[in-house]
């Protein structure tokens, strides 16, 4: 099915009409999706979803596409910013991101973490969400390997001429933001800010607390500017410039951790009878983190920077064959460096014992080819891609604290090709129905991080480990949709994920873990979703139930047949709004997720959540709007990582108040 889809048709129609040479559309949006984006299980979620999010973070927004997850329960305020790996369909492992995360065509993962940067994605900002979930082969498929979170930024017809908001909780906290979006010429620039402060709660149970626990307080801010500009009739030219700083402490006094980052990016976009899309990008990302001991209560390590740079770019062209087919080809590379630098401490005096830095760069290059194929009702899809990556410059060196070299090595140059495919179809089997299968391989570089950098959550080590290989995945699904008119929208899917040499954390001694590929994390389980409509009325609900399970050997042998880490057999969700106008909502929605594991020997249980989120928004004046959001309104205890006993919380019952202007 695959192959046969991928042939392309000599073309033998006419060409597509090119948009008239003297109207000129300016979407600031990249190239359409195909055809077939539908038959890969994807999901849009709308602007009105996105800003109605109780905690007015992105991750709570996303929270209820069924089978997305973070690596842990909390969200970007209390968690650390390195644990914020977002996967999709319980793949588990460890913080690192198995889903590709795009905001405007543009990887956001770190690129020496890879974790997400929540925090600068404010959902005022955005237009839409996409999520497609299973391996991907397309534009920068090397990341997908979960599936594909794709961000819209909205455009000055969505975000008004000025907007902002202020909105204010009980215990003081405070969250502001800012739009002005003007329309300039045949293109629109949006400038935009928020800043989010706070006390924050104590993620420390009563019981555990000491003269040292503390609040888990946050500050950050971010800024973007976007523009963009008509170049012709047919191209489009489209900046964007992102800079935050997030800075955030858990548990204990001093227990201080700080994110960066400033990003650049460039798109042209054609839309004549030839599509094609050209975008280029810069990150510039630090991280800092300092190290607590959970029985002296000092610092026993300052992570003090680590500072990395992303570099990448794609080219698509999409040409006009006619017959039916939607065709792509394409090039992307991405680049990614980076260094840490870090001193051991003498928890007693404070005194630095040991200086420590470690580093590499990890380059991928890959070449696609897709293809849709409509046939009346049938609609077949195929793609390849073909990656030459690279790991290399490694190292890892000690000093003593006057600066002598201690330790030093060099590791291994790495470099190959990997090919992965992809191919599904949907049937349209009734004017409200279609079948959808589909089936793919896809593939992930381990991190700098995971490759370099070891890390402490007291009184845990995980250490590195260099010679991690990379990341498969191969698996398949099929589904179907229905939808009979604007009340009711169904979607099942079944499906099977395997990856193979799955990386994660593995215990390999009291208190120590190491990165190690296990054989393989298999998943494989049931995605449900759906929304129903009653005049004002509506409810739109998920669930996932997922049977995922590790298979190892050798150092992992004890692993086998175990849940991986940080993956519930169940997530579910359900909202019910009432919206007697367009700026009228009342609403709730009931999450529930099951429950999992801190560790990969099962030894530490997070017990299931089930929280109760509420929203009211009352139009006080044309553009001025009343806000009230609750988040955890029954106050449910939530446990968030479960160390020995030693716990942390999530965010407790939460009220907050204030004032929206404009969209």
Request: glycine share 12%; hydrophobic share 40%; aromatic share 6%.
């Amino acid at each position: 099915m695959a192959l046969t889809a991928f042939c392309w048709a000599i073309p033998a129609m006419a060409e597509e009409a090119a948009t008239p040479a003297d109207v000129i559309v300016v979407t600031g949006r990249g190239l359409e999706h195909t055809p077939a984006t539908p038959a890969y299980s994807a999901l849009g979620i709308e602007r009105d979803a996105l800003t109605r999010a109780p905690s007015g973070r992105i991750e709570d927004a996303l929270a209820s596409v069924a089978g997305l997850q973070q690596f842990r329960r909390s969200d970007s305020r209390s968690a650390n910013p390195s644990a914020q790996g977002v996967t999709l369909r319980a793949l588990g492992g460890n913080a690192t991101s198995r889903a590709l995360v795009l905001l405007d065509g543009v990887p956001m993962a770190d690129p020496f973490f890879g974790y997400i940067p929540f925090s600068a994605l404010a959902p005022e900002r955005l237009a839409s969400a996409r999520v497609t979930r299973g391996g991907g082969s397309g534009p920068f498929g090397a990341g997908a390997l979960a599936g594909t979170i794709e961000l819209t930024s909205a455009d000055a017809t969505a975000l008004g001429p000025v907007g902002g908001s202020a909105m204010l909780n009980d215990r003081g906290e405070s969250e502001l933001s800012a739009t002005l979006a003007p329309n300039l010429g045949e293109g629109f620039a949006a400038l935009s800010g928020r800043w989010d402060r706070g006390q924050g709660f104590f993620t420390t149970p009563d019981d555990q607390r000491t003269p040292a626990s503390v609040r888990a307080g946050y500050e950050s801010w971010s800024a973007q500017a976007r523009a963009v500009a008509a170049l012709s009739a047919q191209t489009e030219m489209q900046a964007r410039i992102l800079a935050w700083r997030d800075s955030r402490t858990l548990r204990f006094a001093g227990a201080d951790s700080l994110s960066e980052g400033q990003d650049a990016s460039l798109r042209l976009v054609g839309r004549g009878a030839w599509r094609w899309e050209a975008l280029a990008y810069v990150q510039a990302r630090d991280f800092s983190n300092v190290v607590v001991s959970s029985t002296r209560f000092t610092p026993t390590l300052n992570q003090r920077g680590t500072p990395s740079t992303g570099l990448g770019g794609k080219l698509e062209l999409r040409p006009p064959v006619g017959g039916g087919h939607v065709p792509r080809v394409g090039a992307d590379w991405r680049r990614s460096t980076g260094r840490l630098f870090e001193d051991a401490l003498n928890p007693a005096t404070g005194a630095v014992t040991e200086r420590r830095s470690a580093g590499g760069a990890n380059t991928n290059l890959g070449l696609f080819a897709e293809n849709d194929w409509q046939r009346g009702a049938l609609t077949l899809t195929g793609g390849l891609r073909a990656d030459r990556f690279a790991i290399k410059d490694g190292f890892a060196a000690s000093s003593d604290p006057a600066g002598r070299v201690t330790s030093a090595a060099n590791h291994a140059e790495r470099n190959g090709w990997a090919a992965s495919v992809r191919g599904g179809a949907i049937m349209r089997i009734a004017h409200d129905m279609s079948l959808r299968a589909a089936g793919y391989t896809g593939l992930r570089l381990p991190t700098l991080n995971e490759l370099y950098r070891p890390f402490v959550v007291f009184p845990v080590t995980t250490l590195a480990n260099a010679a991690l290989a990379n990341e498969r995945l191969g698996g398949f699904e099929a589904g179907l949709d229905y939808r009979p008119g604007d009340r009711l929208t169904l979607s099942l899917t079944a499906f099977d994920n395997r990856v193979r040499d799955a990386i994660a954390n593995v215990t390999i001694g009291p208190n120590l873990r190491q990165r190690r590929n296990v054989d393989a994390i298999h998943a494989r389980g049931l995605e449900a979703s759906g929304r129903v409509t009653a005049g004002v009325w509506a409810v739109d609900a998920s669930l996932a139930l997922t049977d995922a399970v590790v298979h190892g050997s050798g150092a992992a042998a004890g692993l086998d047949g175990r849940r991986p880490a940080q993956t519930p057999a169940l997530a579910a969700s359900a909202t019910l709004a009432w919206n007697p106008t367009p700026r009228w909502r009342l609403a709730v929605t009931v999450r529930h997720t099951g429950a999992q594991f801190e560790d990969d020997l099962e030894t530490d249980r997070l017990p299931p959540a089930t929280t109760l989120d509420g929203w009211l928004s009352v139009p006080l004046a044309r553009r001025l709007t009343l806000v009230i959001r609750a988040e955890n309104l029954t106050d449910e205890r939530i446990v968030t990582r479960n160390q020995g006993g030693s716990i942390d919380l999530g965010v407790p019952r939460t009220v907050w108040a204030g004032l929206r202007i404009g969209g």
